[in-house]
């Protein structure tokens, strides 16, 4: 099972990134999930998401973005939880600070998700942003 749950947060974070329905998103995730995105540069106070938080962060991300890719660079799991290192690009719809739109951003992710019956019961995101 846990090469099985790889799979599955490789899976989701490609849907993300190939902008998938959030229908298709919202298949990936328990009813009780619980997202955690730590204090980063677009974010400095972090954010605690439920499921219907992470899919309208989700809607409001497309109006920021007009493409993004992941690419999973490691993959580590232990039981039910799966951690993830993602390199993750970026292009902007939309001027954000000095940047302006067409612009790339990049990062790498750290993500620590835990699964339960298959879905994504909790999802830690550590973003750390290339300068701008």
């Known amino acids: 099972m846990p090469n099985a749950l790889v799979g599955k ?4 974070v ?24 730590f204090p980063n540069r677009l974010l400095p106070q972090g954010a605690t998401r439920d499921r219907r938080a992470m899919l309208e ?13 992941f690419e999973a660079v490691n993959a580590i799991s232990n039981g039910n939880a799966v951690a993830l290192e993602t390199i993750w690009i970026g292009t902007l ?3 954000l600070g ?6 790339v951003m990049r990062a790498r992710f750290a993500q ?3 699964f339960k019956d298959g879905l994504i019961v909790r999802l830690r995101n550590y973003d750390c942003f290339d300068p701008w």
């Open 93 to 95: 719809a939309v001027g």
């Open 98 to 103: 000095t940047l302006h739109p067409g612009d």
């Open 57 to 69: 962060a989700l809607e409001r991300g497309r109006t920021v973005l007009s493409a993004q890719s």
């Open 14 to 37: 490609a849907a993300i990134g190939s902008g998938a329905s959030a229908d298709t998103i919202a298949s990936f995730l328990a009813p009780d999930v619980v997202q955690e995105e």
């Open 9 to 12: 947060a490789k899976a989701f």
């Open 112 to 114: 620590f998700f835990e």
